[in-house]
């Protein structure tokens, strides 16, 4: 019932079991998602809570993706201010937490922001900070995001585009010093 309005407000033992907290979307940054958290509400006991208690926002990143431009513009997109999430403790880095995120997709359909991004190519895989590499966790969710940015990959989705034959041959063409001598010639012929 409690509502953290700071990282280091969450016990160490929530991020260590790994806890899923629910929250409510503010901002989507370059640092991360500002989330502000959503405790579960007993009536009497959430009012008077809300009395006394700061809007502080959460710092979510992420876990196990590095964002491209393009993703983080697709995230902004996609996520709504006051959208609904839930998101899953995997680790603490200063004062942001590294988190699996979910966003309901319907009434019994969520679906996981983390692998989404992968699967759409909008990111690449990364470490998965918080976690010790040896657990079974660990290899558990970077195989998953990994099977994620391999979809994308087949799929030549996002940063995994590969460029048409044509446009292969038109850039190898326009990059050629023959060509581009020849480019600066006929500019000198048309100034004079």
Same mark, same amino acid.
């Given at each position: 019932?409690?509502? &953290?309005?700071?990282?280091?407000?969450?016990?160490?033992? &929530?991020?260590?079991? /790994?806890?899923?907290?629910?929250?409510?979307?503010?901002?989507?940054? !370059?640092?991360?998602?500002?989330? !502000?958290?959503?405790?579960?509400?007993?009536? &009497?006991?959430?009012?008077?809570?809300?009395? =006394?208690?700061?809007?502080?926002?959460?710092?979510?990143?992420?876990?196990?993706?590095?964002?491209?431009?393009?993703?983080?513009? =697709?995230?902004? !997109? $996609?996520?709504?201010?006051?959208?609904?999430?839930?998101?899953?403790?995997?680790?603490?880095?200063?004062?942001?937490?590294?988190?699996?995120?979910?966003?309901?997709?319907?009434?019994?359909?969520?679906?996981?922001?983390?692998? $989404?991004?992968?699967?759409?190519?909008?990111?690449?895989?990364?470490?998965?900070?918080?976690?010790?590499?040896?657990?079974?966790?660990? =290899?558990?969710?970077?195989?998953?995001?990994?099977?994620?940015?391999?979809?994308?990959?087949?799929?030549?989705?996002?940063? =995994?585009? $590969?460029?048409?034959?044509?446009?292969?041959?038109?850039?190898?063409?326009?990059? /050629?010093?023959?060509?581009?001598?020849?480019?600066?010639?006929?500019?000198?012929?048309?100034?004079?």
């Amino acid at each position: 019932t409690t509502k &953290f309005t700071s990282a280091l407000d969450i016990p160490v033992e &929530f991020v260590e079991k /790994n806890v899923k907290l629910r929250g409510k979307i503010h901002h989507v940054t !370059e640092k991360g998602l500002e989330v !502000e958290h959503i405790p579960i509400s007993i009536p &009497f006991i959430t009012f008077i809570q809300r009395k =006394w208690q700061s809007n502080s926002l959460l710092l979510i990143r992420l876990a196990g993706v590095e964002l491209t431009p393009s993703g983080m513009v =697709w995230l902004q !997109e $996609e996520l709504k201010p006051s959208q609904m999430i839930w998101f899953q403790l995997l680790g603490r880095q200063d004062l942001a937490l590294e988190c699996l995120v979910l966003v309901n997709k319907g009434r019994f359909l969520s679906v996981c922001l983390n692998e $989404e991004i992968l699967r759409q190519g909008l990111g690449r895989t990364a470490r998965i900070e918080g976690l010790h590499h040896d657990s079974r966790l660990y =290899w558990k969710l970077h195989k998953r995001l990994l099977r994620a940015e391999l979809k994308a990959l087949k799929k030549n989705k996002g940063i =995994w585009k $590969e460029e048409s034959s044509f446009e292969k041959i038109r850039d190898h063409i326009s990059n /050629n010093k023959f060509v581009q001598t020849l480019k600066q010639f006929a500019n000198w012929l048309r100034s004079y």
